[in-house]
T-cell receptor, first 114, second 116 residues
Framework: GDSVTQMEGPVTLSEEAFLTINCTYT??????LFWYVQYPGEGLQLLLK?????DKGSNKGFEATYRKETTSFHLEKGSVQVSDSAVYFC?????????????FGTGTKLQVIP | NAGVTQTPKFRVLKTGQSMTLLCAQD?????MYWYRQDPGMGLRLIHY???????AKGEVPDGYNVSRLKKQNFLLGLESAAPSQTSVYFC???????????????FGDGTRLSIL
């Protein structure tokens, strides 16, 4: 079946450090890939997405590239801020089945310290 | 913009009690979902709906029932609560298009439910 594997956290970085959160996936067909962010006490919010191979999603300084050859969708940011502290979820969605079936990773908690 | 609204935000129940979680969306989305979030397990789909009057089972449906009598509302019921149902519950919605797989889901802020 479909699955998403992302690096375990928590990840602790100093402000302005470079961030990478690894995400790899297994899927039948051609999935769309997403990164969601969850701030404390809130629901998940879409951060970025990519719908086909070699697409790059970007938002708020975060980027991720859909790599079909390595089945990966790693999240990166060049300079993190304290306000980026949150839990990040990688997810995939595969067409078909009559509804939008989304498979989520287990989440990676990021803590940015001043 | 309210988006997806869940009520209540917190609730404590005793084993065997029943309750209904409410979800309302104002984006005219066709698809709605109920997930539970548990530590180390990501989000797991409980039930979903692809339109008014329709519901279907997700990954972990046992012990839950749902109804979607109006397009904007999706209710999750626990008939006889058990401690294993202690969790954070999220409702989500998305557009129901032929390219639905590339549409993002929009989430509410969750209901934190404890069952003693």
């Amino acid at each position: 079946g479909d699955s998403v594997t992302q690096m375990e956290g928590p990840v602790t970085l100093s402000e302005e450090a470079f961030l990478t959160i690894n995400c790899t996936y297994t899927a039948t067909g051609y999935p769309s890939l997403f990164w969601y962010v969850q701030y404390p006490g809130e629901g998940l919010q879409l951060l970025l997405k990519a719908t086909k191979a070699d697409d790059k999603g970007s938002n708020k300084g975060f980027e991720a590239t859909y790599r079909k050859e390595t089945t990966s969708f790693h999240l990166e940011k060049g300079s993190v801020q304290v306000s980026d502290s949150a839990v990040y979820f990688c997810a995939l969605s595969v067409p078909g089945g009559g509804y939008q079936k989304v498979t989520f990773g287990t989440g990676t908690k990021l803590q940015v310290i001043p | 913009n309210a988006g997806v609204t869940q009520t209540p935000k917190f609730r404590v129940l005793k084993t065997g009690q029943s309750m209904t979680l409410l979800c309302a969306q104002d984006m005219n989305h066709e698809y709605m979902y109920w997930y539970r979030q548990d530590p180390g397990m990501g989000l797991r789909l409980i039930h979903y709906s692809v339109g008014e009057g329709t519901t279907a089972k997700g990954e972990v449906p046992d012990g839950y029932n749902v109804s979607r009598l109006k397009k904007q509302n999706f209710l999750l019921g626990l008939e006889s609560a058990a401690p294993s149902q202690t969790s954070v519950y999220f409702c989500a919605s998305s557009r129901g298009l032929t390219t639905a797989s590339n549409q993002p889901q929009h989430f509410g802020d969750g209901t934190r439910l404890s069952i003693l």
